[in-house]
């Protein structure tokens, strides 16, 4: 894929669904440095501009995972005539101690319009469907992470056959 580096990033963590729940809600400062940029998702019930850890509270870490489609994505700092790839991974695939399909692809759309992009429209070619954050069961915080991309005049984006049926690094 034909990108420069990110322009921005935001990651946000789920625990996979467990009974007893160990780990503090607090980011570390390395993850927490992960994000800059502006970059704004928008769930029913969830506006995330900032790295964060979903909370627990009125289930939205279910609803996340279960209820809710692909959400709005906002970049008010974008170029109007400019276009961008819109990425959404997970690092911790499928556990965050054995990574073994580390950025995991849960979502991937080229060709973003930056004009729209700035009015929350994710008006582009869809590469990956989204999937929502599913963490397997007892497999620790998982961090999804959204990267947004300024794409390069004249560089299509796409995707291998391979990259297109697994999703991963796999």
Wanted: with cysteine; charged share 20%; hydrophobic share 40%.
């Amino acid at each position: 894929m034909a990108v420069p580096g990110p322009v921005l990033v935001l990651s946000m963590w789920i625990l996979g669904l467990v009974h007893v729940e160990t780990t503090a809600d607090t980011l570390s400062s390395l993850d927490a440095s992960f994000c800059h940029g502006g970059l704004e998702v928008i769930y029913p019930e969830l506006d995330i501009d900032e790295c964060l850890i979903i909370p627990k509270v009125r289930k939205l870490r279910e609803k996340v995972s279960t209820v809710w489609k692909a959400p709005q994505v906002y970049f008010s700092g974008a170029h109007k005539r400019k276009m961008y790839v819109l990425v959404m991974v997970d690092p911790d695939a499928p556990h965050r101690t054995n990574p073994a399909s580390a950025y995991w692809r849960h979502w991937l759309v080229a060709d973003i319009q930056g004009d729209a992009l700035t009015k929350g429209q994710l008006q582009g070619t869809t590469l990956t469907d989204y999937y929502p954050p599913t963490p397997p069961h007892k497999s620790g915080f998982h961090r999804y992470q959204f990267m947004l991309f300024e794409k390069l005049p004249d560089a299509p984006v796409s995707l291998t056959e391979q990259e297109t049926s697994s999703r991963g690094s796999a």
